[in-house]
């Protein structure tokens, strides 16, 4: 009977039989690989643009895009992590969190603000979720130098967590840089008592207490300059109404003031009439129509004669010609008649601002100079005929 072929017994192959058929099926793949026509692979994200591609994948983008336009896939997903109905207030003030704080890392800091105050508007009745967003927008405004904003949500964190200790702690920082050092130096006591050791907050504590320091001495200082600038302004008027001064745009005593005796001359405001040991001390103006120039006193004594001011003036560098000293000039000044009327430059400053027809304008006595018995005198009063 002839034997069965499929029940023939089958010899093991051999190691180096295992070995050679290896070498054949890898020769036999790498040609067939080789025969086919090579191509440059389109499909995927190119090495230089891997990134920009990510960004519009909506599971990585990081903006909008510039259309403002959304795919249906991130639309979906930003529906399911904001829709009310999707989330409870706690997880969407979560998410909201978590949205400042990825925008917060990347250092835009508005826009973490932006996140946070979304959370914060939720109002879950999750106390730590509360006090952490109120935490983290204080924290952005910080970094935006918004002190005032970053000491009230501080403390609408502690409200939430009084052990919260970054928050106080950005809350006595935020006061310190808004002059505010009562509340700097409250927040940190209250950090001292857990923290007892802590250099960073005690250096704190101990500025706090030295700047408010000197800003009470500073204070004590404004308060009696103010008081002593009060009290002069008040003998000045009482002394120009005693002396009785015409004062321009004044109807009667009662409507004279200081802020009505300022000089206009621009740089001339910190030259105001002042007194000093009872004597008015006026800034007093000396103009030359001849030259179009002027010369200003800043504070010339009333007990004094005009004339020896004139006398400390001259001779003028642009008096060429030497037509101007105190003994060939004649001095004016334009009454409230619209009049040019001469005085005798003898006469003591309080003498002359009593003058018939004087007024004071701009809170600074005005004189004209001109050389006696010259043309340009001539012309000057003749422009008043």
């Not at 295992?18 to 389109?42: M, W």
């Not at 990510?54 to 639309?75: C, I, Q, R, V, Y």
Request: aromatic letters at 10%.
């Amino acid at each position: 009977m002839a034997e069965d072929p499929s029940q023939e017994k089958k010899t093991p192959m051999t190691d180096e039989e295992r070995l050679a058929l290896c070498q054949k099926l890898d020769q036999e793949l790498d040609d067939f690989i080789d025969s086919l026509e090579r191509k440059r692979y389109t499909e995927g994200w190119p090495e230089d643009r891997w990134e920009e591609e990510m960004d519009k994948h909506p599971f990585f983008m990081k903006t909008t895009p510039e259309n403002g336009e959304l795919s249906p896939l991130a639309e979906g997903l930003a529906k399911l992590k904001y829709d009310p109905e999707e989330n409870t207030p706690l997880e969407l003030a979560s998410n909201y969190k978590e949205d400042g704080n990825f925008n917060f890392k990347h250092k835009n800091y508005r826009l973490a603000i932006m996140g946070y105050t979304e959370g914060i508007k939720i109002k879950c009745d999750n106390a730590e979720m509360n006090a952490s967003l109120y935490n983290n927008r204080a924290a952005s405004h910080w970094h935006l130098k918004n002190f005032r904003s970053a000491l009230f949500d501080s403390e609408r964190a502690l409200s939430f967590n009084p052990e919260h200790t970054k928050a106080r702690l950005r809350a006595a920082k935020s006061a310190l840089e808004i002059g505010n050092y009562d509340t700097c130096i409250q927040h940190c006591q209250k950090l001292l008592e857990t923290q007892s050791k802590d250099k960073e907050i005690t250096e704190l504590l101990n500025t706090a207490k030295k700047k408010k320091m000197i800003y009470e001495r500073d204070q004590r200082r404004k308060e009696k300059s103010d008081a002593k600038n009060s009290e002069q302004r008040e003998g000045v008027v009482k002394a120009i109404i005693e002396r009785g001064i015409r004062i321009s745009d004044c109807d009667d005593e009662d409507d004279i003031d200081l802020s009505k005796l300022e000089p206009s001359l621009p740089g001339a405001q910190d030259s105001i009439v002042h007194i000093e040991e009872g004597i008015l001390k006026w800034p007093v103006l000396f103009l030359y129509p001849e030259y179009q120039m002027t010369d200003f006193i800043k504070a010339c004594p009333e007990n004094v004669p005009l004339l020896n001011q004139l006398e400390q003036l001259f001779p003028a560098p642009w008096d060429e010609a030497n037509k101007y000293s105190s003994d060939k000039v004649n001095v004016y000044f334009e009454g409230y008649d619209k009049m040019p009327h001469v005085i005798d430059p003898k006469k003591n400053l309080s003498e002359l601002l009593v003058t018939k027809y004087f007024e004071l304008k701009a809170g600074t006595p005005a004189f004209f100079i001109l050389p006696r018995g010259s043309q340009i005198e001539s012309r000057f009063l003749e422009s008043y005929i």
